[in-house]
């Protein structure tokens, strides 16, 4: 199974931005839908933001809603996800995921080999 590739992450001060992206190879699941997700040390793996394919549908956490903006570029087969205003309880580890399922916010509806490694994302205070 191909996976993922995010980047972008990095250390920003709290009220910055950071722009993370998320890449596949050719068409790999460029027909899928795309999750973000992201996993604080000693916390589970929660939903950030998800699009559909065409970006007809696009789903927020509420902690990240109207700071958080999720696109994608199907021609670069790349989702993006631009974080402003970010919070030290942003900090973690952000993964993105092709999904399988029709649940955007659960883990186990995304396609389980399409897990990248992450990128990591501190935001200090």
């Known amino acids: 199974q191909v996976r993922l590739v995010e980047s972008g992450g990095g250390l920003v001060q709290a009220g910055g931005s950071l722009r993370l992206s998320c890449a596949a190879s050719g068409r790999t699941f460029s027909t899928h839908g795309r999750g973000w997700f992201r996993q604080a040390p000693g916390k589970e793996r929660e939903f950030v933001a998800a699009i559909s394919w065409n970006g007809g549908r696009i789903f927020y956490a509420d902690s990240v809603k109207g700071r958080f903006t999720i696109s994608r570029d199907n021609a670069k087969n790349t989702v993006s996800l631009q974080m402003s205003s970010l919070k030290p309880e942003d900090t973690a580890v952000y993964y993105c995921?092709?999904?399988?399922?029709?649940?955007?916010?659960?883990?186990?509806?995304?396609?389980?080999?399409?897990w990248g490694q992450g990128t990591q994302v501190t935001v200090s205070s």
């Open positions: 995921a092709a999904i399988s399922g029709d649940n955007y916010y659960r883990v186990d509806n995304y396609v389980r080999g399409s």
